[in-house]
């Protein structure tokens, strides 16, 4: 079983509607991160999470919001979205700050399509 | 805040040629590096890391990579490519020695090897 799950893996919606990208994994780890991939812009920070009761902005968290509801699960919303939000997300984890312990492990990707 | 340049971002090679991909940064101080590597339809992985010790690190599929400290550079190399290598390339940076920052990420190559 993968130890990064990422629900739904392709999901269209409409402009205005809100929806959830949900994450969650079995690696144990306490940080969780999630990005955004837009072709020739690489991999984008929109939030990240160190522990259950710690919820920091990236460098393009405006029109996003997130909820920590454990140390496994670190959901994604988009409350009114927008076909500029149309990209490839990812999930990923890892588990602190020592050199075996920052190599992040990234979840299969949701690819959301705003119409 | 570091920033990471991937200077080369189509990358097209006959099978057994040699590889080299080019990541700039832009961070003075000690810093974490590393090589994930997405193939066709999967989730990012690691490639190779450097944190401390010799620079010139080895990574899984015969990659390596030479940390460059005065040229703040950390190139990807590979002396035969395989057509499996085909993917896309992200390097990333983070401030090192310091657990509440996080990696930032370069924009990416894409390589496509011929058979």
């Known amino acids: 079983d993968a130890d990064v799950t990422q629900t739904p893996r392709n999901r269209i919606t409409k402009t205005g509607k809100r929806i959830m990208l949900e994450c969650s994994q079995t690696k144990g780890h306490d940080r969780m991160y999630w990005y955004r991939q837009d072709p020739g812009l690489g991999l984008r920070l929109i939030y990240y999470s160190f522990d259950v009761k710690d919820i920091n902005k990236g460098e393009i968290s405006d029109g996003y919001s997130v909820s920590r509801q454990a140390q496994a699960k670190f959901s994604l919303s988009l409350e009114s979205a927008i076909p500029n939000q149309t990209a490839l997300y990812f999930c990923a984890t890892s588990e602190g700050q020592t050199s075996t312990k920052e190599t992040q492990y990234f979840g299969p990707g949701t690819r959301l399509l705003v119409l | 805040a570091q920033s990471v340049s991937q200077h080369n971002h189509h990358v097209i090679l006959s099978e057994a040629a040699s590889l080299e991909l080019g990541c700039n940064y832009s961070?003075?101080?000690?810093?974490?590096l590393f090589w994930y590597v997405q193939y066709p339809g999967q989730h990012l992985q690691l490639l190779l890391k450097y944190f401390s010790g010799d620079p010139l690190v080895k990574g899984i599929k015969g990659f390596e990579a030479e940390f460059i400290k005065s040229k703040f550079s950390f190139n990807l190399r590979k002396p035969s490519v395989q057509w499996s290598d085909t993917a896309e390339y992200f390097c990333a940076v983070k401030v090192g020695g310091r657990g509440s920052y996080i990696p930032t990420f370069g924009r990416g190559t894409s390589l496509i090897v011929h058979p």
């Open positions: 961070y003075g101080g000690t810093v974490n």
